[in-house]
């Protein structure tokens, strides 16, 4: 049975030499930086459930290269099964993190890709790579490693094509073919969870021109291979991060970050026996299209667990605020909404996996055009719940006080006493809800929740809307349009 | 003339002793802590403009109380061209600190509120309220004074009336009448801006019953008065804004806060002077209704600048990453529809002022069903501009390097050659840009980039599915439908 | 006064000999077709409430041209009031007929224009057509005659500009300048209630080149003159107004048209008197800007009307189901949504109105981008309102039996029976407000209620969701991730 | 194999003696009359494409009760294959008749909810209604037989239950058992196409009480049993369907009507034979919830084709005007949202689907809260759809001259002339590309074209913007705010 446990993840993981920047330094100990820890922490439940008897089948399958069973991060799709299954996984893993299992997750997409692409480049050109290719899964599985897809190049001046640009390095290429292997350069952006990954899969999807070969890259690197740099993301409230003894105040302080980084290539060997594509431009859209289509889903499929939680914490919050979210009639609305939008989201993705296409090589790959547009809900959805959730909880998301205010004598007495709403629930427990909603709201700059909440609510405008409006006058004109006379 | 400069408000203000508590600490040099810094910067820009002769008509007025120029912060609005010019006031400053200028703004809808209230008081019981409120009124315009309203009560459960709470102060009452003046204890909640006021009216909006007499108040206060006690809040991206030397990672580094806190009144004296409403609860109904009337176009009138700024920064954000905003269709969508959203707000909130309803005592009210709809449009339009700037900008506005990275020779070099996009804006530009749109989406947990930006952008998404769509099928349904045969 | 009675108004509108085609057939008593009866109706309101003591401020004003009390709809907009009490027309007169009072509401925008471009012409070019245009007003004004604006061209290929065109007529042109004035042909479409019309104004708004001069026009023909032909709209719907006795399945029987007619100009001649605009080009774009700021606010204001009576018959579709709209929360939150939208439109347009420009001619001019932004504004309400009251109606919107079913008796005993719902309601007084509610939905062909209804309301689906969800499981997430224990 | 040909059950059909009433009288040759006929072609397509080799794996299935080839509409779904495939017939069909396909979209669910719910009855009670309910089914399989679902009942006073409505008949229920069978009585509302039908499952969702026994009843009866009548519906854009000769006019005219009736049953007689359910009140809700799940997947589904028509209809339109649709950047975006629209109801559907619960009897039924959730998206989608169509087809989807004008000389010559536009597409095709767009958008009041067309096209409005506003102002603003100086 090919499964770590999360702690072997975390001390093969420790091993790797890495060099990682952040806010200005470069990290010694990296793995204990209580960001890059905090996205450890998330890679690491997708391995704990994996060992769960009641997971089995959401998180583990049985691989039909190695004949033994792997986490379904590291899985084939050979049915429509094996990919609604793979969407599953991140139902469940996403609403116990809350934010970004990126590290694995779109190593599975590399992994279905290359697989069907290199398929089809052996039996177009006759050249070898797709077994090359299985060896090096056969590893990946054996060894249940992590392992992202780096595909998004820095990409430079927007109106230009790949080889128009000011400098030939804005997107990621060979610079030197060597006998045993070849030396890439570049930058990829946005890798989400990419610190706590132990092997990166670079690829270069989209068309290119025959004179942009050395483009037109397909291949794998260990995480710690010389000439890698990570230089991490910085997002405004990451400074609260890194304050001593922070919890409630992170609103979710195990997990939380998004932990995304540039990859600096700089001047990085890779042996022919890693790499799965070196300057067959024709098959950079084909790459393109069958990444956005796993990728599409998969992204989609994590959101729906936010939402998930996103409903939750919205219950949650009325109930900490004295309101049962049942009872009440327009928080009962609001948080069915979430569910809605949860459940829409849902459905289409899974739709968009039960109409997959099978391609040659026996990997299944969902719907083109519904995997698009299942993000696209999405993200609406997302920003739709966001709204709701912040109309729900009420000011407090944007403006409560720290923790430490919570710890300090004087304040303590006065917080106690007039943040309490609920009686059944504690003040502490009350900050930590809004806390999680100020997260999941996506809203530290508070400029939302001021949108929303400056004045009174939305529903107490409305209520005022409603009772100020003279609707006798109104229906009067309605009778009288439609002749009724009594 | 009684109009302060910026720089007299800064010294009075440094004057007052107050008790201002915030991330767990008692604060000693409060006006120059950094966030509360960055807020008396924004409240500045009002004593600024005021001082500019092109901003004379929209900036000041006539004092019919005073018969001197006043800031229009303080003025009544005895006219409904002063209703709309307080509206520019507020269209103006608002673009300019990107934030929340509260600490006078809500002072003028408590200084109108009353104007009007304690008139009908005087008419009805025969008291000699008016009076004495103009007789405060005179010293706030003669001094220039700041004042913010505090009306929201931290209320306890939901689902209890104000006398039904388990505790008594859970609601602001008066604790004693005593000679000379009255006692009261209770805590306000989002007192936007509030720290840097030097006056506080406090105020009971909302319908109390007979038993509930204590509950009934309106009175001003010394923000230094005895007993006053500042809890400031502490939104996660707050965190950023304590580090040392911060600026680009702050997006709006000068303004940039909402220092809002609790304001805890912990039995403050109020002599019978500047007590302008004790008990007479059938009023506080009144005093809602009107209040909710001025402060929905207010709070709707600035949120006009924020959206005109995300206007701005989304075109400013395209141009960064090589886009011009006019030429390319999607984004010139996008951006227009930014414009148009901070366009609708703006009429509507002139419109509801435009249709004011004069009050016996000489005060324009805006248009009650007209103002609550705007606000409601303006959250909406908010949600859905942060939508779309996110959209326009891209990624790195969740997933930026800090700009201390910038300053690291190693990551410097990186970041200098990778993040260049459009030949003509420095890196260092983009990436202020970028922090811009950070903080303008209000999006610090990168929750809702990464719900947005997963992958591809999702104009990618929908040219994929432009491409893939077979039209020609969908068509030929159509024609059949319609009997066209060629 | 110069105040013609509605019946003076159709007395002299029979006078006229037109030359109108519908369904096929050119028609004889043409002011008796039940189509364009309904349309005159419609035009007749203006007239009526002019009488009217309660509506002299809202529908009449002195005219500085004649120095009599003259209607609204022939003024010119001499100030901000001016402009916004035109508006105000607009909300009493279209609630009160539900459909379209365009045959004098587009002269209005005419009038105005003309006024601004004949002055600014004559400044910058020494003609005297500014002098010309004010006889032609002041005869328009004493007569309180009505006269619509002809602006749209047929326009042919889009692609392509006005003198690229396959056929030189698909813009109105001059084919020949006599003597004493202009022969001109084209055709003008989409002109609402323009049947009921005395008076035509043609204009072409948009820039035109040097080469285009011809097309370059503004002038003003009785609607009588020979070469105009009428070819009226016939949109599905008004098929039912042609059957015998049609009074409840119309929704609305008096009005409830848009009469819109092609009008054919074959060679029409315009003797100079009534020529306002002759070849001069650069005078083409500031008509269409001026027309658009104005006709914006105007068609805007009269879909506000249209909401507020959806309002009303949701109201009282509502109650004519059993159920009171303001004591059902999911009712109560359409209706006063529909509210919401009225509001917002209303205020939007009274906004762009109070923010007016004058012209040098003394005209005032709403503000460009809120008055276009208001129109975007009023169609996106106007189809969110259309889904509220089906919703809030319900199935029959689309399904109700004919009112003829009701007169046979075998019908009329099942009827009777089974589409009782309020006691207090009558059958028949159910099916008007049905009838009244697929009106306004304008949602014939019942597509639309079955997207809403099939099966169940929606609000039955979110009950259904409600229920079903376990929010246990989700509440148990947010509280993990918040690190609540207890 | 058990598949007739249409025309065979158009043989069988007029078989029937039917009572039926529309618009005031009882119809003789009921299959003739037009509007039914246009009904009755619509059913045809099911039976037509059964026929079709390509169709086979959509259209048609192995039954397992009667071991023959059937069509999917008499299916029961025993595997989530089945029920996704019965959701591409309804994909296949909608968009080939562009309106309902009713008579045996509800039988299917009918079957396969009472298939199941008899299952649980007889393990429950002791009694042999499923059975009873297989030979039922064998019948109908057998003979291709076409059978509505009747759910609904009239309902009476919402805000009262069953057994408390002022006349019992409100509800159906059973007003005599006797010795072989039982008499009901009541009438069902919103029955889609059911005239069409050759059978009706009598059917009672919801929960009832102990004492209301007698409204619990499943059972089916030939359609045209004694006591049986129709009164048909008769939406305002009916009357166009039955003036000679229509045909462009009608936009749709082949198929086009909804035909939903009122099915009185006026002391019906059913033999317990094919009684299926007879005051087992206990089972009434699962029947409800059953039935949901399956309809909403369906309900969905169908509006899935109309949206793809709608896309088609837009593009079609767009060429009609001269515009190409995928060349034109606002076309093709608002085009394509039309097609994202379809396909995120498409994968919410299929997804639904994909994630069923197998009921112990076999049956699959779709997830509940998916199958709810995916309705309410259509509901949405289906109106913004309806917006968008009219956005890109334009005014004339309102405002088109009636087929009859292209038949009169006089106006035949003008039209011709005057609304050409594409140089490609006859002006008889470009009305006919109207017309369907009209019928789509379900507008044919004219309403809402005019609210979203009325003096310029949305497009229009939205460059009016983008021209007018000031971007260097506002990116002033953003620049100063993000520090950027140059």
Redesign the interface.
């Known amino acids: 049975m090919a499964l770590r446990t999360a702690e072997q993840y975390v001390t093969d993981l420790k091993k790797l030499q890495k060099e990682i920047?952040?806010?200005?330094?470069?990290l010694d100990d990296w793995t204990e930086h209580p960001i890059i820890k905090a996205s450890i922490n998330a890679q690491k439940v997708g391995f704990e459930l994996a060992q769960l008897e009641e997971f089995q089948d959401v998180m583990t399958m049985e691989s039909t290269l190695i004949g033994q069973k792997v986490n379904r991060y590291v899985q084939l799709h050979t049915s429509?099964d094996d990919l609604?299954k793979r969407l599953f996984l991140n139902f469940e893993v996403q609403?116990?993190?809350?934010?970004?299992h990126g590290t694995r997750c779109s190593g599975t997409h590399a992994i279905n890709v290359l697989y069907a692409v290199t398929y089809d480049m052996d039996k177009s050109l006759g050249t070898d790579y797709h077994e090359r290719f299985k060896r090096w899964v056969t590893m990946i599985q054996s060894g249940d490693l992590t392992c992202t897809l780096a595909a998004t190049d820095?990409?430079?001046?927007?109106?230009?094509r790949v080889s128009e640009q000011?400098?030939p390095?804005?997107y990621t290429h060979i610079v030197e073919r060597k006998q045993d292997g070849i030396v890439i350069r570049g930058?990829k952006?946005?890798m989400?969870a990419s610190p706590a990954a132990e092997w990166h899969v670079i690829m270069s999807p989209g068309a290119y021109k025959e004179n942009e070969k050395d483009y037109s890259i397909a291949c794998a690197i260990p995480a710690n291979s010389k000439g890698v740099?990570y230089?991490?993301?910085?997002?405004?409230?990451?400074?609260?991060r890194i304050?001593e003894d922070a919890?409630?105040?992170?609103?979710?302080?195990?997990?939380?970050v998004?932990s995304?980084a540039?990859i600096?290539l700089d001047d990085v060997f890779v042996p022919y026996e890693h790499v799965f594509l070196c300057g067959e431009t024709q098959f950079g859209r084909q790459i393109g299209?069958l990444t956005?289509r796993i990728?599409?889903t998969a992204?989609t499929a994590c959101?729906v667990g936010?939402l998930?939680?996103m409903?939750?914490?919205a219950?949650?919050a009325a109930e900490a605020?004295?309101?049962n979210?049942?009872k009440v009639?327009?928080i009962?609305?609001k948080?069915?909404?979430i569910?809605?939008?949860a459940?829409?989201c849902?459905?289409?993705?899974?739709?968009?996996?039960?109409?997959a296409e099978e391609h040659p090589s026996g990997i299944f790959i969902p719907?083109?055009?519904?995997a698009?547009?299942?993000?696209?809900?999405?993200?609406?959805a997302?920003?739709?719940a966001?709204?709701l959730l912040i109309d729900v909880a009420g000011?407090l998301t944007?403006?409560?006080?720290?923790e430490?205010?919570l710890?300090?004598p004087?304040?303590k007495r006065?917080?106690e006493?007039?943040?309490?709403?609920?009686?059944d629930v504690?003040v502490e427990?009350r900050m930590?809800?809004m806390?999680?909603c100020?997260?999941?709201?996506?809203?530290?700059?508070?400029?939302?929740?001021?949108?929303?909440?400056?004045?009174?609510s939305?529903e107490g405008?409305?209520m005022?809307?409603?009772n100020?409006?003279d609707?006798d006058?109104?229906?009067?004109?309605?009778?009288?349009?439609?002749?009724?006379r009594?």
Chains 1, 2, 3, 4 share one sequence.
């Open positions: 920047y952040m806010f200005g330094e470069k429509v609604i609403p116990r993190i809350g934010s970004c820095v990409g430079g001046d927007r109106s230009k000011m400098d390095d804005l930058a952006m946005y989400s740099i230089i991490h993301e910085w997002p405004a409230v990451n400074a609260a304050q919890d409630i105040d992170l609103g979710i302080s195990t997990y939380g998004h995304s540039m600096i299209s956005g990728q599409r992204a959101k936010t998930d939680v409903a939750g914490a219950a949650l605020n004295g309101l979210w049942k009639p327009h009962r609305d948080v069915t909404r569910v809605t939008l459940a829409q849902k459905g289409c993705v899974v739709g968009a996996s039960a109409m719907d083109l055009i519904t698009n547009s299942a993000k696209l809900l999405e993200a609406e997302s920003i739709e966001s709204k000011g944007g403006t409560a006080p720290s430490r205010d710890k300090n004087t304040t006065y917080l006493k007039y943040l309490k709403a609920n009686p504690s427990n930590r809800a806390r999680l100020e997260y999941l709201c996506g809203v530290s700059s508070t400029l939302q929740v001021q949108a929303i909440h400056t004045g009174v939305p405008q409305k005022t809307i409603a100020a409006v609707m006058k109104l229906k009067n004109y309605a009778k009288k349009l439609a002749n009724i009594d």
